[in-house]
C-alpha cells in the first residue's frame, strides 16, 4: 500500500466520521426543539384565561360622569364617560364636556 493511498483513506475515513458526527448533532438539536415545543397528549390542552396585561399608558379617566356638576359615575368610555342621565345628550355637548375636562386635568 502506497502512503498516498494510505492518506487518501484515512481523510475519506476522517470526513465520514465528521459527517456522521455533524448529522447527529443536528438530529439531537432538532429532537430537543421538537421535543421541548410538544406537550404530553395525556394531558388536557390549556384553555385561554384572561387577555395578557398590557404594557404602556394607564388610561386617566374621570371618577364621575364628565357633564358639569354631575358627580353620579360614568358608564364607561363607550357611552362617552356619562352617566346614565348624560349618555343621551348630543355628541357636540359631549365633546365640549371632554375638552373641558381634559383642561382642568392639564392645569391641575
Known sequence: MSLDKTI????TQFGLDIATLVRQSI????MRLV???STPTTTAPK????APTRKG???HLPPHCIAPNCKKPHRGLRFSLCCADHSSAPKSAKRKWLAAWHK???SS
Do not use: F, P
Not at 384553555?47 to 384572561?50: F, Q, S, Y
Open 8 to 11: 487518501r483513506d484515512r481523510a
Open 47 to 50: 384553555r385561554a384565561t384572561t
Open 57 to 59: 399608558r394607564k388610561l
Open 104 to 106: 382642568q386635568k392639564a
Open 27 to 30: 438530529a439531537d438539536e432538532v
Open 35 to 37: 421535543g421541548a415545543r
